[in-house]
């Protein structure tokens, strides 16, 4: 795939007033989403969740694309249609999350190495084959005391940059994901400086790696308080600070920046977008790509009646991706 049709696929992703919904969760992550609200975790319940979400009416309007697991791109609906199929039906862009998750990095106490670039480039095949045209890698990147180390965050984003490459060789459009997380005590300041690091460090290593910027997503965190900070930053804040890190960091050329949730309420995910994209123009469209926080409530709602209340929490997922695809156009009015 030459780079034209990569970056066409990139473009499309963060199409205006359009974002993702992420459904990756591996099994293990589900189970404690779905033990959060006692729903049993079995592959059918799994199946039929992931086919909740993908078949909810109209999600085409304001979902650009969706993130799924390993398990999810190869099932289908009850009635028997490849759940690529439908999205694609849809006008939604089917990703992978391609990533092996997080292991502890050797030596450095408290923070974490992804793993998953062995065999990398015969599973993007893979993919790719079954449907696929971009594909997700998530690196974690904690805050604490004397963390993250240079070390850390430099081994993830060398790690973030091979895979992208492969990505990119196999025709599909890497999302590179260098979380840095919300827990912990500190400060909006301390998030800013180690994002700013973290993304200086990731573009260093996409360029060492002859990444093609204009086929590639970057899924950022937003710059915002540690959860236990007795000081929560504002929502102007959060959308002033992560603005300027990003523009200090990231090139222009990029075709877009879609942020994940990391915990956010639902109503802070929407509100800090929608800042962010008031204070615009800015260098590259500014979308969402929220797991919980475009899913938390519908889960909940499905929970109480798995038979019944499909109808009812679609409702909910395509109301969450009406207000977050207003936020990407800076028009959204709570
Ligand atoms: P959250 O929006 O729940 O953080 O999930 C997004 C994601 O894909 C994390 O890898």
Not at 152 to 164: E, K, V
Request: some cysteine; glycine content about 8%.
């Amino acid at each position: 795939m030459s780079i034209e049709q990569l970056a066409d696929i990139a473009r499309a992703m963060v199409a205006p007033g359009k974002g993702i919904i992420a459904i990756d969760e591996s099994n293990a992550t589900i189970a404690k989403r779905f033990e959060g609200v006692g729903i049993p975790n079995s592959e059918e319940n799994r199946r039929a969740y992931r086919e909740l979400l993908l078949t909810t009416p109209n999600l085409g309007e304001h979902i650009s694309g969706a993130i799924l697991f390993d398990e999810t791109i190869r099932q289908s609906t009850r009635d028997g249609v490849p759940f690529t199929k439908v999205m694609m039906d849809n006008g939604i862009i089917p990703g992978i999350k391609v990533d092996k998750g997080t292991h502890a990095l050797a030596g450095f106490p408290g923070e974490v190495i992804t793993e998953g670039l062995d065999g990398l480039r015969d599973r993007l095949k893979e993919y790719a084959a079954l449907g696929a045209r971009f594909a997700k890698w998530r690196a974690v990147i904690n805050i604490g005391e004397d963390i993250p180390s240079g070390t850390c965050i430099d081994a993830n984003a060398h790690a973030l940059a091979r895979y992208a490459a492969l990505c990119q060789e196999c025709g599909l459009v890497p999302m590179v994901e260098p979380e840095v997380l919300m827990d912990g005590d500190h400060d909006i300041e301390t998030c800013w400086e180690v994002t700013e690091v973290t993304l200086r460090s990731l573009f260093d290593a996409l360029y060492q790696h002859n990444v093609m910027l204009e086929g590639t997503i970057l899924k950022a965190s937003m710059v915002i308080s540690g959860k236990g900070c007795e000081e929560q930053a504002s929502v102007e804040e959060v959308a002033e600070s992560t603005l300027m890190c990003l523009k200090s960091t990231v090139p222009a050329i990029l075709p877009g920046i879609v942020f994940l949730s990391g915990g956010q309420s639902d109503e802070d995910s929407t509100a800090h977008l929608n800042a962010m994209n008031q204070l615009g123009p800015n260098p590259w469209p500014l979308s969402f790509s929220y797991g919980r926080a475009m899913q938390s409530a519908a889960l909940k709602i499905w929970s109480q009646d798995l038979v019944n209340n499909v109808a009812k929490a679609q409702e909910t997922v395509f109301a969450r991706a009406r207000d977050n695809g207003l936020a990407a156009l800076g028009q959204f009015k709570g």
